[in-house]
């Protein structure tokens, strides 16, 4: 019923540049929380930036000052711009929206898209 789909990663040098979208459709009521988790190989899922409705946003240490989460309510979806990009944020990112389906409230999580950076 809820589907979120991701787009824009991909093979990216060092220092290089990078946005994700992800956009939420189905039958959906309202959106809250919406971010980005980030999935290395052999590591857990560790979240990477949060942004509430009202654009309050939440970002993980590694990632301040060279990522940027912003979201479009009106089109349901959120997005990561990703500067400055280093070995290390080498992962699957993954979508995640609060999502309210009639009276329940449901995280729901995109299928993961892959970011490689590497020369």
């Known amino acids: 019923q809820v589907q979120l789909v991701e787009s824009g990663g991909g093979l990216v040098q060092p220092g290089g540049s990078l946005r994700l979208s992800c956009a939420a459709s189905?039958?959906?009521?309202?959106?809250?929380?919406m971010g980005w988790y980030r999935q290395a190989p052999g590591k857990q899922r560790d979240l990477v930036a949060t942004?509430?409705?009202?654009?309050?946003?939440n970002y993980a240490h590694s990632v301040k000052g060279r990522f940027t989460i912003s979201r479009d309510n009106a089109k349901n979806t959120v997005y990561l711009q990703m500067n400055s990009l280093k070995p290390e944020d080498t992962a699957v990112y993954y979508c995640?929206?609060?999502?309210?389906?009639?009276?329940?409230?449901?995280?729901?999580w995109g299928q993961g898209t892959q970011v490689t950076v590497s020369s």
């Open positions: 189905g039958s959906i009521f309202s959106i809250s929380t």
């Open positions: 942004i509430t409705t009202d654009g309050s946003t």
């Open positions: 995640n929206a609060r999502i309210r389906v009639i009276a329940t409230m449901t995280d729901y």
